[in-house]
């Protein structure tokens, strides 16, 4: 079995490389943007020709989310297009593709300490363990749409398809809030931490055995259907910024001086979801996923900065 990851040197990909001992059934191929440029076409089917992969795994992505909002094209071009060309060629190469998507497709927030999601509608959550994969996206910003258009685009041409929305991504791999927050720490005496965005911690290395375990099942020939579509997938739990960095910094044995403060305090160009946290049931029932807490995969993680 050949697995084609696309965005090789990034977070995830990372992730996926520390992991690839635990599956010698599987034949990894990495690729890193020089390598595939997914915005190209051309350069998409020559890869999938000479690997011939049984499985895509899409980390590539414009995931600058400030940045974004002065570079709508590029933003377009890798996460729409890009997703685009990804299921044009995983379609004519008949290739199972699993595609990074995020919260961000989502604008919820709260009235009165209750979640609700898409602010015209005012619709309130339908599940209490979060936004489910049937809630009706509202993404307030460039990046938040141009990684849902990469959605639509994916279910318009390919059945084949596994999206899997994630929300705050971090590990010992490439640049990520945990590691800012040490980094701050060892620099600053006294740190304010937006405090009235909910959301939860996703380990890199949870979400990549999560994507194998996906493939495994996928791939097993006694099971008669597989479930393509939409899935949430984060650790469990839920935080705010404030909490997570304060849990950082006591599994560390770090004092430092943290103020919360409200998302009004702290303005960025692009406006980030109040509230995102996942519910789980569907890609645990359907894949039989155990998923740990936040706090436990924080502790293993850590354990190897």
Known sequence: MVVLVTGGNGQLGQALQSVVGNYPSIDFVFCNSSELDITNLEQCRAVFYQFKPNFCINTAAYTAVDKAESEPEIAFDINTNGAENLAIICKEFDTILLHISTDFVFDAYFVNGKAFYD?????????????????????????????????????????????????????????????????????????????????????????????????????????????????????????SWFEFAVEIFAQKGISIDLKPIPTSAYPTPAKRPKYSVLDKSKIKKEFHIEIKNWKESLTTCLGKI
């Open 119 to 239: 602010r015209e509608l005012r619709l309130p959550l339908k599940s209490e363990l979060g936004l489910l994969e049937t809630d009706v996206p509202f993404p307030s910003g460039v990046y938040g749409l141009t990684k849902l258009q990469g959605e639509q685009v994916i279910q318009n041409i390919w059945q084949k398809h596994v999206i899997i929305r994630t929300s705050w991504v971090y590990s010992e791999f490439a640049n990520n809030f945990m590691k800012t927050m040490l980094r701050l720490a060892s620099e600053r005496d006294s740190l304010s931490i937006v405090s009235d965005q909910i959301g939860t911690p996703t380990y890199a290395v949870d979400l990549a055995n999560a994507l194998l375990k996906i493939i495994m099942y996928c791939n097993d020939e006694s099971i008669e259907e597989t479930h393509y579509g939409i899935y949430n997938f984060s650790n469990e739990g839920q935080c």
